[in-house]
């Protein structure tokens, strides 16, 4: 299998998608391992979890041991808090970042995702205000070793003045399939004018409604888009931010293989 991994939370039923799965982390993370992925992304909720293990010394030693049964290295953390908590104006927002990303450190995570989206959402090219958090994120990550990308679905040059602006060379992009393609975008064009600021790729698919749907069924034309990250030589890990249907292990397992044969077909091709 490719570098392909899956975000916490779809391979459980727990009642929320996007949410820490708080009483089968560990469950996940082995079952993860079984099907084949290559890691499982952190996630970090929009309200303080004080009982996520991240943020302890002693539940980090639990995460690593977890990590090392499955076989699965940790490599990325989803920073939800700022969803709900603006990074420019929620002081804590910003003080709770910093620490994680010394958490991050102990894990040997090697990328945080900072989602700009809902009370953290620059409007338009107005992103002045978030430069200054953004310079000390990225500098503490650079003192860890850790990547620090942006998940936006501001327009590609947009994107590409801010990453100027922060200045920081541990700065780049997550870039959502689905999410981008929602917003009306040519996914396949904005990765294009991204280039090497694309350091990491979350898999999704949705609605024209916008609803995540299960991949292959929705509005993304994946063979185009995994078509154009290897004409790019992107090399680097995909995280699956998918639906879960109604069996999650099952569909995680089927869309592990749909990607996966996708991006086998591009390297042979």
Partial sequence: MSAIGITQG??????????FPQQEWRQEM???GLLGFSHVEWLVE?????ANPIWSPSGCREILQAAAEASLPMYSVVYDYMIDHDLAGADDALKQLLVLIERAQLLGVRMIVVPLF?????VADDYGRYVPPLQTVAAAALGAGIEVVLESVLPAETLLRMADALGHRNVGVCFDSGNRAAQGFDICADLKALGALVRHVHVKDKSASGQNVLLGTGIVDFRRFFHTLAGLGFDRRYTLETARGDDPVAT?????????????????A
């Fill in 10 to 19: 779809r391979l459980v039923s727990s009642e929320a998608l996007q949410r």
């Fill in 30 to 32: 082995h079952t993860a």
């Fill in 46 to 50: 929009r309200e303080m979890n004080p």
């Fill in 118 to 122: 809902e009370a953290s959402e620059p």
């Fill in 252 to 268: 995680g397992r089927r869309h592990l293989q749909f990607v996966d044969g996708l991006m086998t077909k591009d390297i042979h």
